[in-house]
T-cell receptor
């Protein structure tokens, strides 16, 4: 049972490049989330999808776009990467009002 | 802005000792959750306590919730080296947006 799978695990981008972070879950959860984690800041919500076909902004959505491709997959896109987007990105999924299941993260460096 | 704030930021204890960390939050919640994160890994759920509950246990973990003070505590008893990790509280205000604090880093010395 894979749980939440994120790809890639590591990525280095130059300023202005674009990339898509992929996330897939096999637990049939309705809700999926993208968080970023920076030192001393905990996790901050970027975007979430309460159910297939819906997406909403979280606390720090600027510079990001998301796609809920189907119930399993929720991708995060950086259209024009900036050094301020250097972070560790976590995808999570879960039923409403229940604990979240996290992937192991994507470590992104923007130079 | 983040809802929860953990205290202390860091904690170093001897194996076998208890570790206590606290979480304060600002607005009404539906439930409060505690997570653990080992270095380089994703977060793992430990305990969920609902707003109408005051205390919950899971193995060596004990969580309390005081909604009048908007605070929660996590106690780890008889700590082990494997408990070395960062611990996060997260608040659920019934709006899909689970909000995390900055975490407490716990080091258990052998």
């Amino acid at each position: 049972n894979a749980g939440v799978t994120q790809t890639p695990k590591f990525q280095v981008l130059k300023t202005g490049q674009s990339m898509t972070l992929q996330c897939a879950q096999d637990m049939n959860h309705n809700s999926m989330y993208w968080y970023r984690q920076d030192p001393g800041m905990g996790l901050r919500l970027i975007y979430y999808s309460a159910s297939e076909g819906t997406t909403d902004k979280g606390e720090v959505p600027n510079g990001y776009n998301v796609s809920r491709l189907n119930k399993r997959e929720f991708s995060l896109r950086l259209e024009s990467a900036a050094p301020s987007q250097t972070s560790v990105y976590f995808c999570a999924s879960g039923p409403y009002n229940s604990p979240l299941h996290f992937g192991n993260g994507t470590r992104l460096t923007v130079t | 802005s983040q809802q929860g704030e953990e205290d202390p930021q860091a904690l170093s204890i001897q194996e076998g000792e208890n570790a206590t960390m606290n979480c304060s939050y600002k607005t009404s919640i539906n439930n409060l959750q505690w997570y653990r994160q080992n270095s380089g890994r994703g977060l793992v759920h430990l305990i969920l306590i609902r707003s109408n509950e005051r205390e919950k246990h899971s193995g060596r973990l004990r969580v309390t919730l005081d909604t009048s003070k908007k605070s929660s505590s996590l106690l780890i008893t008889a700590s082990r080296a494997a408990d070395t990790a960062s611990y996060f509280c997260a608040t659920d205000a019934n709006d899909y947006k689970l909000s995390f604090g900055a975490g407490t880093t716990v080091t258990v010395r052998a």
